[in-house]
């Protein structure tokens, strides 16, 4: 089984900063890349970033220029950096790992999501 654990979210203030991190763990052989998702109330999940192994990044426009992903593939460990939040980044935000091979097969896993809250 692969677990991703999440660091935790919390409350900032408009124009404020925030670093989520997110750690893969398990029998994992390898994976073709990680990402945040997040969900607000009455709202479909969205993507938010994503990197894959090569390094290369994809963002939602709504996040392009304040947030940035990173990754260390050493660890499986994936970050987001969120600069300048706003209050419609407010959201239950999800760590995803897609493509993750291990003994099993291949499959995607979630983390169990964090609250981010923009407000002051």
């Known amino acids: 089984q692969v677990q991703l654990a999440e660091s935790e979210g919390g409350l900032v203030q408009p124009g404020g900063s925030l670093r989520l991190s997110c750690t893969a763990s398990?029998?994992?052989?390898?994976?073709?890349?990680m990402g945040w998702y997040r969900q607000a109330p009455g709202k479909q999940r969205e993507l938010v970033a994503a990197i894959t192994r090569g390094g290369g990044a994809d963002y939602a426009d709504s996040v392009k220029g304040r947030f940035t992903i990173s990754s260390d593939n050493a660890t499986d460990t994936v970050y987001l950096q969120m600069n300048s939040l706003k209050p419609e980044d407010t959201a239950v935000y999800y760590c995803?790992?897609?493509?993750?091979?291990?003994?099993?097969?291949?499959?995607?896993?979630w983390g169990q999501g964090t609250q981010v809250t923009v407000s002051s």
């Open positions: 995803n790992a897609d493509g993750v091979y291990t003994s099993r097969g291949v499959q995607d896993y």
């Open positions: 398990g029998s994992i052989f390898r994976l073709n890349a």
